[in-house]
């Protein structure tokens, strides 16, 4: 007797389902893919389950965390407050349903959006202990609002031409209240020594801030 040819590929199956028992391959490229919050819940579900792995994984978020370039963020803020254009301007700016905006407060509420996570990521990180790390973003946005200072703009900055200046005095203030009440005098004192040098035309200012220091 012949014996029936089998069909299909070749493939296992499970009896009575016609489901492949074939290992997946693993879905490794879908890790690339996943939202910033399901990489988290996967993180967290991976330590649950291995807390052996917590010391490391710490570790490494220290590393992560305190690993800042001033030149990156000194170009990046640049990039950011010159880029805020005359497109997005007309957009804020003008009649609204609500009232009518006036393009220097447009421009100023823009240019403050667009380096807003920056600041925000400085202060984490100066709550979280880590000092050195909160400073050199600290003295990488100043470098960058110091290089944009004089950049001619049809957009925002040219609509907020003091807004470098005063938004790096704010900067300086904002990571110095982030700080314990006892750290806060020696912390203003050492970063107005370096921003005198990196931003020499503001030096009045950061003297200023170093003498009269930053108040809640």
């Not at 301007?89 to 609204?96: I, K, M, T, V």
């Not at 393009?103 to 984490?124: F, G, H, T, Y």
Request: charged fraction near 30%; charge should be negative.
């Amino acid at each position: 007797m012949t014996t029936p040819e089998r069909k299909g590929s070749g493939q296992a199956r499970a009896a009575g389902t016609g489901r492949s028992l074939t290992p997946k391959a693993p879905a490794t490229g879908l890790l690339d893919r996943l939202t910033p919050g399901e990489a988290s819940a996967i993180l967290q579900r991976i330590l649950n389950k291995h807390p052996e792995l917590r010391a490391e994984a710490g570790q490494m978020a220290v590393e992560l965390v305190t690993s800042i370039s001033v030149e990156e963020v000194a170009e990046d803020v640049l990039d950011r407050v010159t880029g805020v254009g005359l497109d997005d301007l007309n957009s804020r700016a003008g009649s609204h349903s609500w009232g009518y905006v006036e393009p220097s407060e447009a421009a100023n509420e823009l240019l403050e959006e667009s380096i807003e996570d920056l600041v925000e990521d400085m202060k984490r990180q100066a709550e979280l202990g880590f000092a050195p790390a909160a400073e050199a973003v600290c003295v990488g946005i100043v470098c960058g609002l110091y290089r944009a200072r004089k950049t001619q703009s049809d957009g925002a900055l040219g609509w907020d031409p003091d807004f470098p200046a005063e938004r790096a005095g704010y900067t300086v203030e904002e990571l110095i209240r982030a700080y314990p009440p006892a750290a806060r005098q020696p912390a203003v004192e050492r970063l107005s020594e370096v921003l005198m040098r990196e931003a020499p035309e503001w030096e009045d200012m950061f003297r200023r801030l170093a003498a009269e220091g930053v108040k809640d």
